[in-house]
C-alpha cells in the first residue's frame, strides 16, 4: 500500500476511533455522531479517490484514473 495514502487515512481513523469510543458517554451524544461521520466520510472520500485514480481507463494511450464528476454524474 502507498504510504501516501496511509498518511491520509491516520486522520479519518483517528477521528472515527474517537468518535466509536465517545459512544459511551450521554455527555457527549453529539460529538460522538459529528466525529464517527465526518471520520467515516473522509475515510470513504480517500478510499474512493484511491480507486478511481488508480483505475486504467485506456492501456493504448496509457490514461489512467477516472474523473470523479463523470463517475458522479448520473445518465
Same mark, same amino acid.
Given at each position: ?12 481513523g483517528i ?7 465517545? #459512544? ?8 460522538? %455522531?459529528? &466525529?464517527?461521520?465526518?471520520? @467515516? ?9 484511491? #480507486? ?8 493504448? %494511450?496509457? &490514461?489512467?484514473?477516472?474523473? @470523479? ?7
Amino acid at each position: 500500500m502507498d504510504y501516501d495514502i496511509v498518511k491520509q487515512c491516520d486522520v479519518s481513523g483517528i477521528t472515527l476511533t474517537c468518535g466509536l469510543c465517545l #459512544v459511551y458517554f450521554e455527555k457527549t451524544a453529539l460529538v460522538d %455522531k459529528l &466525529l464517527t461521520y465526518f471520520g @467515516a466520510h473522509t475515510g470513504m472520500n480517500i478510499y474512493i479517490k484511491a #480507486v478511481l485514480s488508480s483505475s486504467v481507463v485506456s492501456e493504448e %494511450k496509457e &490514461l489512467k484514473g477516472i474523473p @470523479a464528476a463523470f463517475a458522479a454524474t448520473p445518465r
